[in-house]
């Protein structure tokens, strides 16, 4: 890391703005973290945030809520936003630039260029949000071609996405480091998220069932249950026993790939998507065997 970190803190709407402030710093030879968001951040958000910081010279966090990852019937609309207080925490962990572009800064009107990908983003998330991926890849190679970063972080929360980006990045031969981040969960395990803001005191109590399922799944794993079957099975017994829990998927992938792998003898991914009433939220384990 070089020294001199007085740094300014930017908070800029163009991306030619944003272009702009990332060349003169890679200029100066200070290497880039970019943390893609859609904000209303919490400490998930800021562990990956806090990681950029420790391993890079200048951390962007671009906050931009994408509509063309959402599909018809989800909560564009309703996705919570508070910018002022999404600021204040990235100035305060150490952040020197929030980008935050308007939808019409990003898409042009007649804009019509996509980045898509087969197998990786076809199970899971991808079979009950069929253009998600499509949109999220999308938008972050458009943030990787402004911000042009060293290194961008990603959280396991979203295991899925963070295969499909390090997909995308190999395919595209794209000139980055992926790095991936651990889970944050709140004190009783559910994994924290912009959207549990939508759960009822009610529906909150209903959702740790999503992280009990996991932690279940990932103890029979990790005490050598090799039957991904079982696993599977105890952690569908978990949620199903939650009245106000209905499952979108439980199942277990090769972690590279996401395809369906039922055997642990390989790193894998076992994933669950949950709509507690109206709020679909999801949570996972990986495991890996020991070397
Ligand atoms: P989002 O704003 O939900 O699009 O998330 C932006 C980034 O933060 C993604 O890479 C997420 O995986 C990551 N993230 C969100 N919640 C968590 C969490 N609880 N723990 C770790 N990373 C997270």
């Known amino acids: ?35 893609p968001t859609m904000g209303y951040l919490h400490e998930g958000h800021k562990s990956l945030i806090d990681r950029s910081v420790r391993e890079n010279d200048r951390t962007v966090v671009s906050v931009f809520v994408n509509p063309i990852q959402f599909g018809p019937a989800e909560d564009l609309e309703s996705y919570p936003r508070d910018l002022e207080a999404d600021c204040a925490l990235c100035r305060e962990a ?17 804009f019509s260029t996509y980045v898509d990908m087969q197998d990786v983003s076809a199970e899971l998330c991808g079979k ?5 991926f499509k949109g999220v890849c999308t938008v972050v190679s458009k943030l990787f071609h402004i911000v042009a970063p060293d290194r961008a972080y990603f959280g396991e929360k979203d295991a899925q996405q963070l295969a499909v980006i390090r997909r995308m990045v190999r ?27 939508y759960l009822s005191e009610e529906e909150r109590k209903a959702a740790l069932s999503l992280s009990r399922a996991v932690a279940a799944g990932k103890a029979m794993a990790e005490g050598g249950e090799q039957d991904g079957e079982k696993i599977l099975e105890v952690m569908r017994g978990i949620l199903s026993a939650e009245p106000l829990a209905r499952i979108d998927y439980v199942e277990m992938v090769k972690w590279d790939s996401i395809a ?8 894998v991914l076992a994933a669950v ?8 939220l999801i949570d996972n384990f990986i495991w890996e065997p020991a070397l």
């Not at 395919?171 to 803001?197: F, H, Q, W, Y």
């Not at 369906?260 to 790193?267: A, F, K, T």
């Open 1 to 35: 890391m070089k020294e001199g970190k007085t740094k300014a803190f930017i908070i800029e709407e163009t991306v030619k703005g944003a272009r702009a402030q990332a060349a003169a710093w890679r200029k100066e030879g200070l290497r880039v973290g970019l943390v």
């Open 94 to 110: 150490g952040a020197a630039m929030v980008f935050a572009p308007k939808a019409s800064e990003m898409y042009a009107e007649d």
């Open 128 to 132: 009950s949000r069929p253009t998600h």
């Open 171 to 197: 395919d595209l031969n794209m000139d980055l480091e992926i790095v991936g981040c651990p889970i944050v969960r709140e004190a009783d395990g559910l994994a924290k998220s912009s959207r549990n803001t």
């Open 260 to 267: 369906v792998h039922h055997r642990l003898d390989c790193p």
């Open 273 to 280: 998507a949950v709509f507690i009433g109206k709020t679909r």
